[in-house]
């Protein structure tokens, strides 16, 4: 049995919602399919989710929201309209469904903006549940609930309860029916609709593979596979086969935008295989992701990726390595202020600790400064804002110990400064810091170097 989601590229129009019906009864063990928002149609388009966000912005400033809902109940009614649904039962309960969005009392505005924004998959399951079956296809809609999804944590960040696991085992599902869940949303105990962070389809389409002991996971997206650099950057970049979970969590992190870092954690959980592949192309054989154990590494490197969503604090002081609790003393600093770090490179005189700059503003950064030189006297202490990272990944490094000597060599040769290397302890993992202007033709030629 397969469990597969589609992205809201896949189910923006009619056009794309029949190509995602062609690929259901393409394969008769997708059983269980797991449906974003519709997404956008064109560029400059707007997602109904983030048109939902505006549906929850009018509601809690009072304005008028008539023509949000007419904008939102649109998107559905063009699905309905391409598969000549035009006197249907589904829209009006759509509508209604929308307008009762606002009529209800929420304990708090992340709640509200939570099941305002969840509505976007939870209503186009509905819809697609419906055109599945007036086009004669054996499905039905399915909530997370029924399931036996439990959430708990913040309204949006939700987190799984781990004993939703156990009831999803236990859940009792027809063979011959599809199974249509909304992703996104889920609910907690108390009934309140909540969110999952950044990738919640992706999340629930993972959570539900290893819930419902899927063989295999299909993630269905708008590209034929991941490629092993941006290809914004690198034009027609080799294109990735098959890769580990791994490899996919470090270049995830750093970059690559087709999962989320943490959203398969669930799949890795259970050594569920992943096959992203693209709705345009779905004879395409995509890219495989499977257990780290899997695979025998062809090239040194897997893939290469990059974000300047970073900065970095640089410490030197005479003699810091010999100082017991050096360290201890800055992250009580940091977690005064609730900034997290992301690596901390070290040598005997000298530390990098690098941020995601979304948690740092002038003044944060003026707190943990005057607290440094107040408790561990730096010698020197700058903010570098100008930051950017590069993570070159593949399995095949551990084997190959003269490919940081090429990468390194190649960069040197291109006059691209180095102000940070770190090797990850895994050994598959590079990561190089690089002033911001420098990242895309870093990239370059790292590319060029191991490919």
Sequence with gaps: MKVVKFGGSSLATGEQVQKVFNIIQADEDRKVIVVSAPGKRFSGDIKVTDLLKTYADQTIAGDDTTNIVLTILDRYQAIADFFGLKENKIIPQIKQTL??????????????YAAFMGHGELLNAQLIAYILQEIGQPAGFISPTDLGMIVTGSPRAARLDAASYERMHNFQYNPDKLLIVPGFIAYTNDGYAATFSRGGSDITGAILARGLQADLYENFTDVSAIYAVNPSIVPHPKSIEKMTYREMRELSYAGFAVFHDEAIIPVIEANIPINVKNTNDPTAPGTLIVPNQAITPTYPVTGIANDDRFAALYLHRYLLNREVGFTLKILQILASYNVSYEHMPSGIDDMTIIFDKSQLTPTIKAHIS?????????????????????????????????TLNKITDALAQANINLPMVNQGASQISTMLGVPVDQMNEAVKVIYEAVF
């Design 370 to 402: 005057h607290d440094l030189y107040q408790t561990i006297a730096p010698d020197e202490l700058e903010w570098l804002d100008d930051y950017a990272i590069i993570m070159i990944v593949g399995e095949g490094m551990q084997r190959n110990i003269s």
């Design 99 to 112: 307008l009762q969005l606002n009529r209800v009392h929420y304990p708090s505005f992340d709640h509200l």
